[in-house]
């Protein structure tokens, strides 16, 4: 919510740069999941989470939540995740909580054809001692999801700058899409 312009106390400045603060870290951390889900390093992964998150009515804790990523990820190809929109509210009572909206565009290749999805994410936040904002919790709620005709990974490579159409180098090149797919 916007703030009155005019003279502010140092103790009020202090509190609005603390703010502004919390919400980039915040937003840093949401874009560090999109990146982390899409080079399938699941180890950054759940290195955002709390240490207990909450996995399913069962279980609990980075170990679970890496299990689960990995059974999802596992039978679907090359995401991209393009955040958007984020809303992001502190908690007036808890300087180190806080909830969020993130829009997020997905592109997935899966078994049956290319899918792209509108989707929200409703997140909660903690900072934990150390100061890092860590995702207590996300729920994903989608807009729609639709196939695609495009099969963009079933091209040749694009090869640019000689042709900038095709399969690209991203994420197969990488170590931790290379190691999640051999390995899980």
């Not at 560090?32 to 804790?61: C, H, K, P």
């Not at 190809?77 to 007036?92: K, Q, R, S, Y």
Request: proline share 4%; glycine share 8%.
């Amino acid at each position: 919510m916007p703030r009155k312009i005019g003279r502010v106390s140092d103790a009020e400045l202090r509190e609005e740069i603390a703010g502004l603060v919390a919400r980039d870290a915040i937003r840093q951390l949401v874009y560090r999941y999109a990146w982390s889900m899409d080079s399938r390093d699941l180890d950054a992964v759940v290195t955002l989470f709390v240490d207990d998150v909450r996995v399913n009515a069962q279980e609990r804790g980075r170990a679970a939540l890496r299990a689960t990523l990995g059974a999802q990820l596992h039978s679907i190809g090359p995401t991209t995740l393009m955040v958007g929109n984020h809303i992001i509210d502190l908690d007036a009572h808890d300087r180190n909580r806080a909830a969020g909206i993130v829009y997020c565009r997905a592109y997935i290749e899966e078994p049956h054809g290319f899918v792209e999805q509108m989707i929200v994410y409703h997140d909660r936040y903690r900072r934990g001692p150390d100061g890092m904002w860590l995702f207590v919790g996300r729920r994903h709620e989608l807009f729609y999801g639709i196939t695609t005709a495009e099969q963009p990974h079933r091209q040749g490579p694009a090869n640019w700058p000689e042709r900038s159409t095709g399969v690209g180098t991203l994420p197969f090149r990488l170590e931790s899409w290379q190691k999640f797919r051999n390995h899980g």
